[in-house]
């Protein structure tokens, strides 16, 4: 497969992903950062709705990239020798979403509940999100050294 090929079918693709995660996980920074005490159910709610929609865009990019029109996919047809990066990035995410649903289920909302622990969720949160981070500087590494192309998100 061409690398011209690549770029027109799955580039856009994932930059359009790639964009939407990060944009959820800005909107998820942003909830963390909202003062807590005093008001810890609104503050749990705003970052619940944000870990959500955080989970759904790292699920669709997930999904995406790994379809036959994926990048991820086509680089692994196109640069065999980079199979096993991509698999470890595949799994990586895997790990992340899980961590995230794991911590979502956790942390769900109760109008009874005793006591919401912002630093804590802060805390579990912000990991996530730092995992994230350096995953998707990985891809864009991977990205740039199959088909030379700077997927141009900063992440």
Do not use: C
Request: proline residues 4%.
């Amino acid at each position: 497969m061409k690398t011209s090929n690549l770029r027109s079918s799955g580039v856009t693709q994932s930059q359009v992903n790639r964009q939407a995660s990060n944009d959820a996980l800005d909107a998820l920074e942003t909830a963390l950062a909202a003062p807590g005490p005093g008001r810890e159910l609104d503050w749990l709610n705003k970052v619940t709705a944000a870990l959500d929609t955080f989970v759904a865009a790292i699920d669709h990019q997930s999904a995406t990239s790994r379809s036959d029109e994926g990048l991820l996919s086509q680089i692994v047809t196109s640069e065999p020798r980079l199979a096993w990066q991509i698999d470890r990035l595949e799994k990586e995410l895997d790990d992340i979403r899980a961590s995230a649903r794991s911590l979502r289920d956790q942390i769900t909302p109760e109008p009874d509940a005793p006591l919401v622990d912002v630093a804590d969720i802060r805390n579990r949160l912000t990991s996530i999100a730092n995992r994230y981070q350096s995953h998707r500087a990985r891809e864009a590494d991977l990205v740039f050294e199959a088909i030379d192309v700077d997927l141009g998100d900063g992440g």
